[in-house]
């Protein structure tokens, strides 16, 4: 059930960013930005040929495939509870579907439409990156704070003194 449940989250955020996508590409490229809170929040549209925040230019491939493997990790590490719980099934939600919602632009377009721009933050990013981003810390939150089965299954040795 827990597949089904991140395939079908993982799917509208698939297409709540492409949605946002198609809206900035047909009315914010012509324009190129628009202030939304002055001196905060901007739309700007920037072509983003590198990795998330626009790092790593001109790699598309490469990120074409990193993106592909990582999806085949998270999927795996689900399929076989590696991880479980709550924290990590919304890791790995934001992941994929942010994953997959860039991997169709740079299939596509041989680029990631990015248009998100706040100030305090200087790459211009889009829903996609924030939701690998978001994705992404809880998966480390997992790592860190997952307790060991292996320590679960051991008995714990008392300390008896005769």
């Keep these: 059930m827990t597949l089904v449940i991140v395939a079908v989250i993982s799917a509208l955020i698939v297409a709540v960013d492409q949605i946002f ?4 590409y047909e009315n914010l490229r012509p324009v190129g930005s628009v202030t939304v809170i002055d001196n905060l929040f901007s739309l700007v549209y ?9 790092i790593f230019q001109n790699a598309t491939l490469v990120f074409t495939i990193i993106t592909v493997i990582l999806i085949g990790v998270f999927l795996y590490l689900l399929i076989s509870k590696k991880f479980t719980g709550k ?14 919602g860039n991997l169709i632009d740079r299939i596509f ?19 996609a990156d924030y939701c690998i981003t978001i994705g992404a810390v809880l ?8 307790p060991d089965k292996k320590k679960k299954a051991e008995p714990e040795e008392s300390d008896e003194s005769e």
Excluded at 46 to 54: I, L, Q, V
Excluded at 139 to 146: D, E, M, S, T
Aim: hydrophobic fraction near 55%; charge should be positive; glycine fraction near 12%.
């Design 21 to 24: 996508k198609y809206f900035i």
């Design 46 to 54: 920037s072509e983003n040929r590198g990795a998330a925040f626009g």
């Design 87 to 100: 924290l990590f099934t919304t890791a790995v939600i934001l992941i994929i579907g942010g994953g997959i």
């Design 109 to 127: 377009r041989g680029f990631v439409i990015d248009y998100l721009s706040l100030s305090f933050f200087p790459p211009i990013c889009n829903f």
């Design 139 to 146: 998966f480390v939150l997992c790592i860190l704070f997952q």
